[in-house]
């Protein structure tokens, strides 16, 4: 079983920055890809960022830019550094990994962690 526990959300003045964090523990085997998803309120959950386990990123058009996503591999970490941020980057953000065991992918999710851009 992996645990997520996520930091760093809050409220910030558009045009402000926020770093969002999200560490595994528990049971882990290895950790292949890591990212970020967030869902406002009256919208789906939409893709935000991902990253490899070579760092290699994606990103949402609506993010790029703005957003950058990094992990730390030894300690089992994916960050998400938020600048410029807008009104409509309010939302939960929830992290997720795909912990790869024995050949199976299982993906875990983060409680969420509220993020609030005044305008």
């Known amino acids: 079983q992996v645990q997520l526990v996520e930091s760093g959300g809050g409220l910030v003045q558009a045009g402000g920055s926020l770093r969002l964090s999200c560490a595994a523990s528990?049971?882990?085997?290895?950790?292949?890809?890591m990212g970020w998803y967030r869902q406002a309120p009256g919208k789906e959950r939409e893709l935000v960022a991902t990253?490899?386990?070579?760092?290699?990123?994606n990103y949402a058009d609506s993010v790029k830019g703005r957003f950058t996503i990094s992990r730390d591999n030894a300690k089992n970490t994916v960050y998400l550094q938020m600048n410029s941020l807008r009104a409509e980057d309010t939302a939960v953000y929830y992290c997720?990994?795909?912990?790869?065991?024995?050949?199976?992918?299982?993906?875990?999710w983060g409680q969420g962690t509220q993020v609030t851009v005044s305008s």
């Open positions: 528990g049971r882990i085997f290895s950790i292949n890809t």
């Open positions: 997720y990994v795909l912990h790869l065991v024995l050949g199976n992918s299982l993906t875990y």
């Open positions: 990253i490899t386990r070579s760092s290699s990123p």
